[in-house]
Nanobody, 122 residues
């Protein structure tokens, strides 16, 4: 069983940066791939980024590639999403999720956090 709690969201101006954190409970955190998804108002939830259990593999949605970086610290049971050059279109609730392996598909994820709001003003 893994419980996930996100933090670090907030209001930022366009061009700014934020770092999201996802703290996990449970001794098996390091065995899971971790990902970030986001859901904007009126839209379906979409994949943002994923990282393998070791941190050696990362994949990104085209919309965030080159601006966002996913990382993890297994000693701290935490995964991060560093977001740079934020744009109003990045406004969404960001949630982390855990799965046995990296995946773009929400149905592959066993555990989800409650999400944290990111709002980017123009």
């Amino acid at each position: 069983q893994v419980q996930l709690v996100e933090s670090g969201g907030g209001l930022v101006q366009a061009g700014g940066s934020l770092r999201l954190s996802c703290a996990a409970s449970g001794r098996t955190f390091s065995s899971y791939a971790m990902s970030w998804f986001r859901q904007a108002p009126g839209k379906e939830r979409e994949f943002v980024a994923t990282i393998s259990w070791s941190g050696g593999r990362t994949y990104y949605a085209d919309s965030v590639k080159g601006r966002f970086t996913i990382s993890r610290d297994n000693a701290k049971n935490t995964v991060y999403l560093h977001m740079n050059s934020l744009q109003p279109k990045d406004t969404a609730v960001y949630a982390c999720a855990a799965a046995p392996t990296e995946s773009y598909y929400q149905t592959d994820y066993d555990y989800w956090g409650q999400g944290t709001q990111v709002t980017v003003s123009s």
